[in-house]
Structures are given as structure tokens and as C-alpha cells.
């Protein structure tokens, strides 16, 4: 409910307009690594000192200008050569309707072709994120696509475990030692396409880790919850799965004090980088998805109405 409730009021002209604005003094900041990329490698150098792993993720999503298009498919290239530049221990992740998925799938495909041509170059990484139901097929197939071109090694895939579609997903596309990030999911979708209550989506996503650890896939498994996180580890120990099979992965700016605690532990942690100006509807599906968040963000814009009014 609380998401819902949260996702809609975002949609209003109004409120976007406030937090786009003001949105760092609300705690914005919180969330996003920064809105230009120096800051952002900043925060990664920090993270790497603190024994963590990173992705950088430049925000950013439903590009229907070819220009714009390919503006950002060059700006996501030139991360890998700057990552490599500074030596920092990162990977970028893409939204393919920042490529023009939605316009035109072809450019896309060429777009996503270049990016993970030039992970290749410079040994690096590159994932596919998963976005809403509506391109979840065509963002399967183009993994496809690319997959039998790069290899497990070069770029990977986000699947969501609140879609039904998600466990014959893992069966079909986590073959041949394929690197999956596992997620809950955090978009607003219809219940014919996926499950609605809490209890359902922890329990599929355990489904999802355990079938595709079994078919001997890389499973970076993205979650803050304890209890998720401690099902994954007694089922890696009961399947006997090495540590270099699996990561753990959290979003910036939550649960800090875990993941600094499992990486103390051994773990691989790695920590999803968001930056850039276009972070308004990221931010959003964040503090839709944990009260905690949305509490955070209304202390904060309480904080600043109230230090407003006392300047009046």
C-alpha cells in the first residue's frame, strides 16, 4: 500500500517539481552518489577503500530521441575507460530504455552492442537492468542477443522475482554459467503479471537463487533484508557453493552497516552506484519500497518546511 500510495503521488507535476528542485536539502543525496560523475567516483573510491565492490549506474530512462539516445550510450562507453583510468574495482549496469527500447529496438541493440564492446576492451563488466513488465521480453531478447557475443564474463542480467515469468526465466536464460542479479522488484505492476504480497516475492525470490545456483550460474544476490540474506548463505552452504559463485548486492546509502559487515566477513559485496540529474524516478522506487526510506525522506522535508518558515 505504502508503495502504491507513494508511486502515485510522485507521478504529480507538483511534487516532482518540488523535489527536482530542493531534492538534495529533503535528503536526496541519501540515495544518489552525486549528479555529475566525478562525484560519483569519488563515493566509489570510497567504497572500494572500505572493501567494497561498485556499479556505477548513470540514471536515466525512456529515451524516445535518437540523438539523446546515443548521447548517453557514449557517455555509459566512457565509463570503462575511466573506471580503468582511476583504478577502482566497479562495473556499470544499463537501462535499455535509456538506449530508445521503446522507440526503436534496433538502435538500441547497436547501442548496447558498442557499451559491451568497450566493457570488453577494458576487461570490465556490464549488466542489463530489468525495468517494468512492459519491455521485460524485449530486454530478454536482446540479452540474448548479445550474450552469445560477450560471454557471462563481459555482461549479465537483472531478473525480478515479484514477476510469475521470473522462474522459467532463471530455468531458459541461466544456463552456460550466466551472471544474474537477483531483485524483488520495484515497480507499480498489474497482479496478472506478478505477486502482490511480501511473503510471496521473499519466497520466490529463495526459488530463484536456488535454481539458478543449481544450474551453476553466477547469482549476484541483491537484497538488505537479514533474513533473505541469511536463507542465501545456508543454501550456498548446503549446496556447497564457492564464494566466487555468488555476491551480495546492496543500493547506496542502505543497510551501510551490512554491507560493510558481510564484506568484513569475506563476502563480495558489491554496491549499486546510482548518479546523474535524470535520478527523480530511481529515487522514487526507492522510498516506495521501505518505509524506513520514506520516513528518512519525511524527516527531512519536514526539516527543511520547518527551517523555511523560521527564516520568514
Not at 557471462?152 to 531478473?159: A, D, W, Y
Request: proline letters at 4%.
Amino acid at each position: 500500500m505504502l508503495r502504491r500510495s507513494v508511486l502515485t503521488v510522485a507521478e504529480l507535476a507538483p511534487v516532482r517539481w518540488l523535489f527536482e528542485k530542493h531534492g538534495m536539502k529533503f535528503g536526496v543525496d541519501r540515495f544518489i552518489a552525486g549528479e555529475s560523475l566525478p562525484e560519483a567516483l569519488a563515493q566509489v573510491k570510497r567504497l572500494n577503500e572500505r572493501g567494497l565492490l561498485a556499479t556505477l549506474d548513470l540514471l536515466g530512462e525512456n529515451v524516445s530521441d535518437a540523438r539523446q539516445a546515443e548521447q548517453t550510450a557514449a557517455a555509459i562507453a566512457e565509463l570503462f575507460p575511466v573506471i580503468e583510468r582511476h583504478g577502482l574495482r566497479a562495473n556499470v549496469s544499463v537501462k535499455l530504455t535509456q538506449l530508445g527500447l521503446k522507440t526503436d529496438p534496433r538502435l538500441c541493440l547497436k547501442l548496447m552492442e558498442r557499451i559491451a564492446s568497450e566493457a570488453a576492451a577494458c576487461r570490465n563488466f556490464v549488466r542489463i537492468d530489468m525495468e517494468d513488465s512492459s519491455v521485460t521480453q524485449a530486454t530478454v531478447d536482446l540479452f540474448r542477443q548479445l550474450r552469445s557475443g560477450f560471454g557471462p564474463e563481459r555482461i549479465g542480467l537483472v531478473l525480478q522475482s515479484y514477476l510469475f515469468r521470473s522462474e522459467q526465466d532463471v530455468r531458459e536464460i541461466g544456463t552456460q554459467g550466466t551472471n544474474l542479479r537477483i531483485v524483488k522488484g520495484a515497480y507499480r505492476e498489474p497482479p496478472d503479471v506478478a505477486y502482490r504480497r511480501k511473503r510471496e516475492v521473499d519466497a520466490a525470490y529463495v526459488r530463484l537463487v536456488r535454481a539458478h545456483l543449481e544450474q551453476g550460474g553466477y547469482a549476484a544476490v541483491a537484497t538488505h533484508d537479514p533474513r533473505m540474506i541469511g536463507s542465501v548463505l545456508e543454501l550456498t552452504e548446503r549446496l556447497a557453493v564457492p564464494r566466487h559463485r555468488f555476491e551480495f548486492q546492496m543500493l547506496y546509502g542502505i543497510a551501510v552497516d551490512l554491507q560493510r559487515s558481510l564484506a568484513d566477513a569475506g563476502y563480495a559485496v558489491r554496491v549499486y552506484t546510482p548518479f546523474g540529474r535524470h535520478w527523480y524516478p530511481y529515487f522514487t522506487r526507492r522510498i516506495a519500497e521501505r518505509p524506513a526510506n520514506f520516513w528518512f525522506v519525511a524527516k527531512h522535508l519536514f526539516r527543511s518546511s520547518s527551517d523555511y518558515a523560521g527564516q520568514r
